[in-house]
């Protein structure tokens, strides 16, 4: 990992992950294991999750895998779990990539831009780079409270919501 991403990392898990914890939400709360390299690599501060009544929030931070940059997945576990194609599986199995209805908290989402360092702070150190990545994020977390409260889709958040037709195939529509 490069000393940039390694940097993100650690400001993720002294700011973000706090913030999540005083939230309620804990931390590889769900059942599933992270089975690979690459998907430690890609969510190496683990996944959340915390109780919401009957429901769970479900959120994990995911790293770029070529650059220093993140994006924050999240959606809401059902109590009956989810029937895939691959299985069903119970709401604590279940992983933010595996709902029906599956969303990210994006810097941009018109441009899908990732939290990163912004392309016009030349001259900056990485660490007041980074911290402004995080920085933003941290500002633009109560669009995820909203949708986990009210399923209202903020200004940064585009969900894609799965289903499938009479004839049993899948379907994908993007909610902004």
């Known amino acids: 990992m490069s000393s940039d991403k390694t940097l ?13 914890m005083a939230r309620g939400f804990q931390r590889s709360f769900s059942g599933r294991s992270q089975d690979s390299e690459e998907i430690g690599r890609a969510f190496p501060l683990g996944r959340f999750g915390r109780a919401s009544g009957a429901h769970i929030d479900l959120l994990d931070i995911q790293i770029h895998k070529d650059r220093p940059a993140f994006v924050l997945n999240f959606g809401v576990a059902p109590p009956e779990g989810v029937s895939l194609p691959q299985g069903s599986f119970s709401q604590s199995e279940l992983q933010v990539s595996g709902l029906l ?14 939290f990163g360092p912004s392309r016009f702070s030349f001259g900056a150190d990485s660490t007041s780079r980074l911290s402004g990545a995080v920085d933003r994020a941290l500002e633009l977390f109560p669009e995820v409270e909203r949708y986990f409260g009210e399923r209202t889709i903020g200004r940064h958040v585009k969900c894609i919501a799965y289903s499938r037709d009479a004839a049993g195939r899948e379907r994908a529509a993007i909610r902004t």
């Open 101 to 114: 209805e599956r969303c990210r908290l994006y810097s941009n989402r018109t441009f899908m831009i990732w």
């Open 8 to 20: 993100l990392v650690q400001l993720l898990r002294d700011r973000i992950v706090p913030s999540l």
